[in-house]
């Protein structure tokens, strides 16, 4: 059993990240031995979206300090718990949850994604697809 940290920094003593989508890593640790694989997250070449990338990571619980419903969802629907922090190391939550001092989230921290505006998720200000024909002419039968 591994935990997930969304982390300001690469290693053990960088703080939770506030939000997971947005954080600059991800540390995949064996709570066991403190041992971790660093994931670059936003900001780098290759940012990291989504769960799908850690779903075969055999991931238990999820170490973040904020989180939207709908990637709460995903994570509870994975199989995985959701543990929320705010200005703690990630070595101080994985001892924290290791140690069973803190009980996994019933629910998101945010109401909605922050991605999401008055228009609904994706606001989206493109025409594609958007139906700007004028109709002018006659339809052939």
Do not use: W
């Amino acid at each position: 059993m591994k935990y997930l940290a969304a982390a300001s920094g690469a290693d053990l003593d960088a703080k939770i990240s506030k939000r997971f989508g947005h954080a600059a890593y991800f540390l995949v640790i064996d709570p066991e031995t403190m041992e971790f694989t660093v994931i670059p997250g936003v900001g780098d070449e290759s940012p990291v979206h989504g769960i799908g990338h850690f779903t075969t990571r055999d991931i238990q619980c999820v170490l973040v300090g904020n989180i939207g419903p709908s990637l709460f969802s995903d994570l509870v629907s994975a199989g995985m718990k959701v543990y929320s922090f705010h200005g703690i190391t990630v070595r101080e939550a994985v001892v924290k949850v290791h140690s069973g001092l803190v009980s996994p989230l019933d629910e998101p921290t945010m109401k909605r994604s922050i991605h999401e505006g008055g228009r609904g998720q994706g606001g989206g200000g493109g025409h594609s697809g958007g139906g700007h024909g004028r109709g002018l002419g006659r339809r052939q039968r």
